[in-house]
């Protein structure tokens, strides 16, 4: 069992171009969540999605898209790369997202993206 | 606002001695606390969590945390720290948000264990 696998591991990308990191689980989880992380700060939810078919904004959604055509993929899309999107980007998914026991929740390896 | 706060950014610790990381928190209503861990150039990792009942939470690799809710904390401890414990531990709490199960971090704390 994989888990979460993340695509790319890295990327250098110029500013003004478009960008997908893909994410996709095998663990049959209904909810997950893109975050990314930067130093000092911690990490912050970008978007979500509690199930296929559905998605929500967090706390920094701005510059992003995502959607969840179905319970393995949650693909995070920069339209157009700014360098302040330079971060690690990790994806995360839960088993329930609201149920206490069943919503904890587990993260890919990352991906490191240089927006320049 | 509701958050938890990892006051030291760095914790030095020798190998065999108590390693403990500290958190404190601030949210309305009965709190639901976490930590992870991350090494160099990987994800995170869940060790444990708080959900409610004993005060004492027991995880994974021997780490152990106490909920107190007098003091609003969620310390990270472990009885006898390990070299290959040096890594980033991130405390976060649940925030309930309708339809969103969003996780508020703390900003990191360092972990080094000195052999």
């Known amino acids: 069992i994989a888990g979460i696998t993340q695509a790319p591991t890295s990327q250098i990308l110029a500013a003004g171009r478009r960008m997908t990191l893909r994410c996709t689980q095998d663990m049959r989880h209904n909810a997950m969540y893109w975050y990314r992380q930067d130093l000092g700060l911690g990490l912050r939810l970008i978007h979500y999605?509690?199930?296929?078919?559905?998605?929500g904004k967090g706390e920094v959604p701005d510059g992003y898209s995502v959607s969840r055509a179905n319970t393995d993929d949650f693909p995070l899309t920069l339209a157009s790369a700014v360098p302040s999107q330079t971060s690690v980007y990790f994806c995360?998914?839960?088993?329930?997202?609201?149920?206490?026991?069943?919503?904890?929740?587990?993260f890919g390896p990352g991906t490191r993206l240089t927006v320049l | 606002a509701q958050s938890v706060a990892q006051p030291e950014d760095q914790v030095n610790v020798a190998e065999g001695n108590p390693l403990t990381v500290k958190c404190t928190y601030s949210v309305s209503g009965n709190p639901y606390l976490f930590w992870y861990v991350q090494y160099p150039n990987r994800g995170l990792q869940f060790l444990l969590k708080?959900?409610?009942?004993?005060?004492l939470v027991k995880g994974s690799y021997g780490f152990e945390a106490e909920f107190n809710k007098s003091q609003t904390s969620f310390h990270l401890k472990k009885p006898s720290a390990l070299v290959s414990d040096s890594a980033l531990y991130f405390c976060?709490?649940?925030?309930?948000?309708?339809?969103?199960?969003?996780?508020?971090f703390g900003k990191g704390n360092q972990v080094v264990v000195i052999p």
């Open positions: 708080y959900i409610t009942g004993d005060n």
């Open positions: 999605s509690n199930t296929a078919g559905t998605t």
């Open positions: 976060a709490v649940r925030l309930r948000y309708y339809g969103n199960n969003r996780l508020a």
């Open positions: 995360a998914s839960s088993l329930n997202p609201g149920l206490r026991g069943t919503d904890t929740q587990y």
